[in-house]
């Protein structure tokens, strides 16, 4: 069983930034791809970006391309999400996810292939 537990969220302004951090714990991190989601409310929830588990592979949905930039730190089994130039239409919850990846480079995009999430963090961006 793995637990994840995201940390970073807040209010901030158009144009600021911030990180979100996910730390994993109950699994062999290296061997797990991560990915971050949002929910706004009333939307569904929708692909932010992915990262392999070896970390050599990203990617991101188009409407962040640019703008943030997803890395891990496979010694803190912890995932980031930088977030710059951030916009108010980013706000929602954001929600990191796992999975356990046989190929090392392996992304996945879709929610349902995801078995673990963490409980999620606010991020509200004010215009």
């Known amino acids: 069983q793995v637990q994840l537990v995201e940390s970073g969220g807040g209010l901030v302004q158009a144009g600021d930034s911030l990180r979100l951090s996910c730390a994993a714990s109950g699994g062999t991190f290296s061997m797990y791809a991560m990915g971050w989601f949002r929910q706004a409310p009333g939307k569904e929830r929708e692909f932010v970006s992915t990262?392999?588990?070896?970390?050599?592979?990203?990617r991101y949905a188009d409407s962040v391309k640019g703008r943030f930039t997803i890395s891990r730190d496979n010694a803190k089994n912890t995932v980031y999400l930088q977030m710059n130039s951030l916009k108010p239409e980013d706000t929602a919850v954001y929600y990191c996810a796992t999975r356990y990846a046989v190929v090392s480079d392996s992304l996945y995009v879709r929610g349902n292939e995801y078995t673990y999430w963490g409980q999620g963090t606010q991020v509200t961006v004010s215009s």
């Open positions: 990262i392999s588990r070896s970390g050599g592979r990203t």
